[in-house]
């Protein structure tokens, strides 16, 4: 089985593949950790083996792994739990075989995001066409993909919660609150709680509004919006932007980087 791994700025997310009837990579089980490049693999596996065990598998169901990371600090240790409790070399996703495959058409190829480049590949898979990636994350980023798989560009936003965080660590009265759901469609807020809700959500929805808009205009013809991440479904139940929510994006591209040793 496979062990994707996807280091983000705030959380890891491991995934573990199985292979369903018509030999396509599902996932099996899947858990986060907050991300701390300090973190060792051994530490990493004292949590991850006992999770293993309670979904039912053991370490020796793990024979191939995959890291995708945005923390290079973060990389080393994950190696050594790949190399030390599941016995496999790690394949590091943009690196060596599991290089991206695709081209990259942008002034610095290199300082592309392993997260936005695995991205690329998954939804170019799944979905026809010219493609806007919209991922919550830390950052939400726009990504463009064209038709024949090549990434193009795209625009990097705060994201919504460094976004309300920092609204609220620089001003001395107003509370900290979480995102959700706004409680009505009206954007006048009654109270200080509403008015920091609808900012942050309306706001952020005319943000993304505007931005992909021009970015559909700038590519020019019919461009598919696939959103990936945890936010994603709660944009998705209250506006019409996108045309498809796929939370397990990242992950799917992963286990595509690793199907290609597989199949060379």
């Known amino acids: 089985?496979?062990?994707?791994?996807?280091?983000?700025?705030?959380?890891?997310?491991?995934?573990?593949?199985?292979?369903?009837?018509?030999?396509?990579?599902?996932?099996?089980?899947?858990?986060?950790i907050a991300t701390d490049p300090r973190r060792t693999g051994d530490e990493y596996a004292v949590w991850l083996v006992q999770l293993l065990s309670i979904e039912g598998f053991v370490r020796e169901d793990?024979?191939?792994v995959i890291i995708s990371t945005v923390v290079p600090r973060a990389l080393h240790n994950l190696q050594v739990l790949s190399s030390k409790y599941f016995g496999v070399e790690a394949l590091v996703a943009g690196q060596g075989i599991a290089e991206w495959g695709m081209p990259i058409d942008v002034d610095e190829p290199g300082s592309l995001g392993a997260d936005r480049a695995v991205n690329a590949i998954a939804a170019h898979a799944k979905y026809p066409g010219d493609l806007i990636v919209v991922d919550f994350g830390t950052a939400t980023t726009f990504d463009v993909v064209d038709f024949s798989g090549a990434y193009k560009g795209g625009i990097i936003a705060p994201g919504i919660n460094l976004s309300l965080d920092a609204l609220v660590n620089n001003t001395a009265k107003l509370?900290?609150?979480a995102i959700e759901e706004p409680r009505s469609n009206s954007v006048i807020g009654r109270n200080t709680q509403d008015q920091m809700l609808i900012g942050v959500f309306w706001g952020y929805v005319a943000m993304m509004e505007g931005l992909i808009a021009?970015?559909?205009?700038?590519?020019?013809?019919?461009?598919?919006?696939i959103a990936t991440g945890g936010l994603a479904i709660l944009f998705d139940q209250h506006v019409r932007i996108f045309d498809a929510v796929d939370t397990d994006?990242?992950?799917?591209g992963l286990a595509l980087l690793a199907g290609r040793k597989n199949a060379s």
């Open 249 to 252: 994006l990242t992950l799917e």
């Open 62 to 64: 793990v024979t191939q």
């Open 214 to 225: 021009r970015l559909r205009a700038e590519i020019g013809r019919p461009a598919k919006v």
């Open 175 to 177: 509370p900290r609150i």
């Open 1 to 32: 089985m496979l062990l994707a791994v996807d280091v983000g700025n705030t959380n890891v997310v491991f995934a573990l593949f199985g292979m369903d009837g018509q030999d396509k990579p599902v996932i099996r089980a899947r858990w986060r």
